[in-house]
C-alpha cells in the first residue's frame, strides 16, 4: 500500500480533461515531506508558501494573543499570484 493509493483525484481533470488551479498540490507536498524538494517545486510551485500558510493559519489558532489577519491575507495573495502565474506559464 502507498500514500497515492489515498490521493484525491481532482475532479476537473478527471471529467473535464483540464487542470484545475490545485493539480499537483497533493503530490508536490507528499514530495516536500520525502525530501525531493526540488521536485516538489517542480510539481506545484506555490508548495513552500501553501505550507506556511497552513502553518500561520494554525499558529493563530493556538496563540490567541495575536492577530494573524495581516500575515495570512498576505499569504493568501502571494499564493493566489504564485498559482496563477504558473497556471499560465505551465499552458500557454
Do not use: W
Amino acid at each position: 500500500m502507498d500514500i497515492e493509493d489515498f490521493m484525491l483525484t481532482c475532479p476537473s481533470k478527471k471529467f473535464l480533461g483540464v487542470e484545475c488551479l490545485g493539480c499537483g498540490a497533493q503530490r508536490a507536498i507528499v514530495l516536500v515531506f520525502e525530501g525531493k524538494f526540488s521536485e516538489a517545486f517542480h510539481m506545484y510551485p506555490a508548495v513552500y508558501t501553501l505550507l506556511l500558510f497552513f502553518f500561520t493559519l494554525g499558529l493563530s489558532f493556538i496563540d490567541k494573543k495575536r492577530k494573524y489577519t495581516n500575515v495570512l491575507l498576505g499569504l493568501i495573495v502571494i499564493n493566489l499570484v504564485i498559482v496563477i502565474v504558473s497556471y499560465i506559464y505551465k499552458h500557454f
